[in-house]
Structure formats: structure tokens, C-alpha cells
């Protein structure tokens, strides 16, 4: 009897030779490498593309928050502030948001090309990287398992188009700069590794993966349980990344780095409304055992939600032991949360696409190898696998986005530019959330909420509100900004800057002994 954990286990060690499959004939000589380089090729082009997509969200200016807090512990670090305060979320130091050690490699590429746009380019990067190694991946199990030369190629290609049409890639580039994407590479590449018996190096790549912070070890669990599943020769490998794994989210929870995780997302499992400390995750895993109608009405809710995330990498893939594993525990990990944004944003499922995509190649080859004429439905299958990818619309793909253009247009963003240019380096910056990106550079930077409170710590402020933009949180809205910008006009007397296509900018000298600035509410509209 065939179960979900052997549907696609090799039938023999990597180690040992695999059995040519009846009737499929070897493939020609080169025909591995003539893959490869075709995949590099792809790849390549596709990158080129997607790194020219970036710079041009970036000189729109069309980055909010997320992006802030990065650049904002980029730049910082690569200036010489090796423990840099996080003024954008947490108000805290930035190592404490969420264990994220590798930003600190990461900002020594500031010391030679000190500009934040690098961050959007390392993540074209890693995308187009988790594709080459997926596609790799799904060449060698091709091969592996003898399928006929003809039929591989067209496997291939297939799986390159998979690739480069899926709309969660586009929803991930566009909404700003996150680490999940580039620790996904380095999760793949450690999963073909531990699939090929190299144990050792697969280790390295998992050692780098952890310094990307908490979601990065929750997916290495995920590898493990894929690991645990897949053959005897990866099991024990598996129980060690498990425990690789929950080690590191305790210890990150132990020293306490875990302030931007979100474990208040969770507190409902526990049947509470927020929780501190480290006994926040016991408290989580205890609830929900004890009251497990929490987690099937939550998964129930999401079920929508996960099914369009999925679908454009098909969702057979789950009944293969490598993609099952980590899109399991990262969409559940994700729809658990109480936020609904969490499962509905693709940058935050990047590992999932990689591993049920190689998981669905998987599943139909298996299939196609064992039943006469097997090939058949298979094919379609994947052809109707492609055909959903391709015919997403604006309204069905994660996040709401397919091949979106700029929501900041040309015009607005030649006034934000030129606000750059005004604004002091050594100024607190006050802004629009959804516009604040590359205004974050610097030691002081927050966005503008409401009758929010926030502390003056420089000599220079500078206001930036781009009420056209304000649209990424629901406390603030386009009214909100328009109240603002009429305060800090009207009542702090502040010099104006740039006042021009929507977007205003103001330049202010709060009086000596300042500490606070509270925006008061919006009037009401008759």
C-alpha cells in the first residue's frame, strides 16, 4: 500500500545505481548538460528582466515600511552602527526583531555600493536562484529515475515556464524587500544536497539559512519533516534538522530576539489576547492541542487562501515527500496567524512555490512510470497546471497583484525624489507608510499614524505625505494625511519644501526641550 510519505521515495539510495525504467531509453550524451545551461540561460534572462523591474519600483519611490526597516539596519550597519535601533516597527534594536544575523554580512556590500537598491537586486537574485536550483533539482530526478530524453525535455521546459509565469513572484517583488526569498535559496539547495546523500554540505547550507532568523528555522523543520519522510538514508537527518530547527526558535526566544515575530498573532491558540516571554510558543503548542477546534476553524477560514497560493505550482505536489514537508508547516505556520495577510502575501510563503512545484514533477512522474499509458494524464495535468498559472487574473493571484505597474506614478514620484535631495541626512524623517522606503537610511525614521505619538531625537524633522499612497494600513487613510499636512503647516509653521502633485514635504525646527510630537485626530468631513 502506497502512503503520502513513500509516493515519491526513491527506490534506492543515491548511492547505489538506479534501475533504468522499462522502455525508456538513455539519454544522449550532454543531454543533462544541454538542460542545464538551457535552465541558465532562462534564468539569466529572466533575472536581467526582473532586476530592471526593481529599479524602476525604486526610483518610484514605491516602497513602504517593510523595505524601511531594512534599509534602515542596512545602512546603519554598513556605516558603522553595529547595533542599530529599529525606529520604523519595533523601536527596539534590530537584532531583537527577529534574530536576522545575516543583515550584518549583508551590509558589508555598503561599504563598496552604499546605495539601498542593492537589497531589491539581492532579491531578483535569490528568486531567480531558487528557481535554477528547483529547476536542477527536478533535471536530476528526471534523470535519476530514467525518464525518456524526449519526455524530459518537454518536463523541463515546462517547469521553466512554471517558474517565470508564477504570480507569487511578482507579488513578492513588489511588495518591497523581505528576507524569506533569499533564505529560501539556501533551504533548497541544502534539501538537493540531503536528496543527493551530501549530508555535509547540505549542513552548511542550513547553518547559513538559520542566521535569516526565526521563519527561516520554522522552514528548516519543515525540511526536516520532508527529510523524515523521504528514505531511510535522509530520516536521520531529518530528526536532526527538527532539531536544528525548534533549538534555534529557542533560543532566539530565550534571548529574547523574537519582538518582531508576531507571537501575539498566535495568542488566540492560547486562548489568550497577547503573550510575553519564552514560554510564549509551550503556551501556543499547549492551547492548541488542548483545544484543537481553534486550529480547524483558523484552517478552515484560510482554506480559500491557500488554495489560490498554490494552485500555479500544482497542488499534487503535497503527496511527495520533499513537497510536503515545508509547504505544510510554512502555510500552516501562516494561516494560524491571526493576521490573514500572513497566508495572502507570497514573500512570506517563498519556500512553498520551489518545494510543491518540485513536489508535483515528482508525484506525475511516479504515476507516469507505473500505469500503461501513464504519461498521458499526467500531461494533462501539467498542462492544465500551466494553463491556471497563466490565466491569473489581478484578482486571484496572492496579494490581489499580477503584472501591476507602479502605484506611484511618474509625476509623484519626481516630487518624492526631489524630496530626497532636500531632505538632511542627519534629519528625522516623518512619512507616508506606504512611500517612507528610501527615506529610511537613517537613525530616525517612523511613519505617520494618527493621532500617533512619536519622540523627537534630531534638530531637523522633516514631514513627507503623499496622500495618494496612503493606503497600506488601515489606521491611516488619504484624509488623514491632508489633516497632517494642514497641522504642520498651520501649527508648527514648518518650512515647505516640496508642495506639488499631491505630495507634501515640510521642513521643521521643533523648539528647544521637545522630546514628543502627538498628531491630534482628523475633523470630521460634514
Not at 242 to 258: E, K, M, Q, T
Request: with cysteine; glycine share 8%.
Amino acid at each position: 500500500m502506497t502512503t503520502t510519505a513513500t509516493l515519491t521515495t526513491d527506490p534506492v539510495p543515491p548511492s547505489h545505481p538506479v534501475q533504468a525504467v522499462p522502455g525508456s531509453p538513455a539519454w544522449p550524451r550532454n543531454m543533462r548538460l544541454v538542460l542545464r545551461l538551457a535552465g541558465a540561460a532562462v534564468m539569466l534572462i529572466w533575472l536581467v528582466g526582473l532586476v530592471a523591474f526593481s529599479t524602476i519600483l525604486y526610483h518610484r519611490n514605491d516602497l513602504t515600511a517593510d523595505f524601511g526597516t531594512y534599509n534602515q539596519a542596512w545602512t546603519l550597519i554598513g556605516q558603522g552602527h553595529l547595533n542599530p535601533l529599529d525606529t520604523v516597527f519595533i523601536r527596539t534594536p534590530f537584532l531583537k526583531s527577529d534574530f536576522e544575523l545575516i543583515m550584518w554580512p549583508l551590509a558589508l556590500i555598503h561599504l563598496a555600493f552604499p546605495q539601498p537598491v542593492v537589497l531589491l537586486w539581492l532579491q531578483d537574485l535569490a528568486v531567480a536562484a531558487s528557481g535554477f536550483v528547483v529547476y536542477l533539482w527536478i533535471t536530476d530526478y528526471l534523470d535519476r529515475r530514467r525518464v525518456a530524453w524526449w519526455v524530459a525535455t518537454g518536463v523541463a521546459t515546462v517547469v521553466l515556464v512554471a517558474i517565470v509565469i508564477n504570480p507569487g513572484v511578482y507579488q513578492t517583488l513588489l511588495f518591497d524587500f523581505h528576507l524569506e526569498p533569499l533564505s529560501t535559496v539556501f533551504i533548497l539547495l541544502a534539501g538537493r544536497d540531503l536528496w543527493w546523500g551530501r549530508h555535509r554540505r547540505a549542513w552548511i547550507w542550513v547553518a547559513i539559512a538559520l542566521l535569516f532568523g526565526s521563519f527561516a528555522a520554522i522552514t528548516i523543520v519543515g525540511l526536516g519533516v520532508s527529510a523524515l519522510l523521504a528514505s531511510r538514508d535522509t530520516r536521520r537527518q531529518g530528526v536532526l534538522l527538527v532539531i536544528a530547527g525548534v533549538a534555534w526558535l529557542g533560543l532566539i526566544s530565550v534571548v529574547g530576539a523574537n519582538s518582531g515575530s508576531g507571537l501575539d498573532y498566535y495568542a488566540y491558540l492560547a486562548g489568550r489576547s497577547s503573550l510575553t516571554g519564552s514560554s510564549g510558543v509551550v503556551l501556543i503548542v499547549t492551547g492548541m492541542l488542548a483545544h484543537p477546534s481553534r486550529v480547524i476553524n483558523m484552517l478552515h477560514e484560510r482554506l480559500h487562501y491557500i488554495w489560490v497560493l498554490i494552485k500555479p505550482v500544482g497542488v499534487v505536489g503535497l503527496a511527495s515527500a520533499w513537497g510536503f514537508g515545508v509547504p505544510v508547516v510554512v502555510i500552516l505556520t501562516n494561516a494560524l496567524n491571526s493576521q490573514y495577510g500572513f497566508i495572502f502575501q507570497a514573500f512570506q510563503n517563498s519556500a512553498v512555490f520551489s518545494f510543491v512545484l518540485l513536489g508535483t514533477v515528482m508525484v506525475l512522474v511516479w504515476l507516469a512510470q507505473r500505469f500503461r499509458f501513464g504519461w498521458i494524464p499526467c500531461v494533462v495535468i501539467a498542462l492544465a497546471v500551466t494553463i491556471q498559472a497563466v490565466s491569473y487574473g489581478y484578482t486571484t493571484s496572492p496579494g490581489n497583484i499580477r503584472w501591476a505597474i507602479s502605484r506611484v506614478d511618474a509625476a509623484d514620484a519626481a516630487q518624492l525624489n526631489k524630496a530626497l535631495t532636500l531632505t538632511p541626512s542627519d534629519a528625522e524623517v516623518i512619512a507616508t507608510i506606504g512611500i517612507m522606503g528610501r527615506f529610511s537610511g537613517r537613525t530616525s525614521i517612523y511613519f505617520f499614524v494618527p493621532k500617533g505619538t512619536v519622540p523627537i531625537k534630531q534638530r531637523t524633522v522633516v514631514f513627507v505625505f503623499d496622500p495618494a499612497n496612503e493606503n497600506t494600513i488601515p489606521q491611516a487613510t488619504s484624509a488623514d494625511d491632508l489633516a497632517a499636512a494642514a497641522f504642520v503647516r498651520g501649527q508648527l509653521h514648518a518650512r515647505v519644501l516640496v508642495d506639488a502633485d499631491g505630495v507634501t514635504v515640510f521642513e521643521w525646527q521643533p523648539p528647544a526641550g521637545t522630546t514628543h510630537l502627538t498628531f491630534p485626530p482628523t475633523p470630521a468631513t460634514p
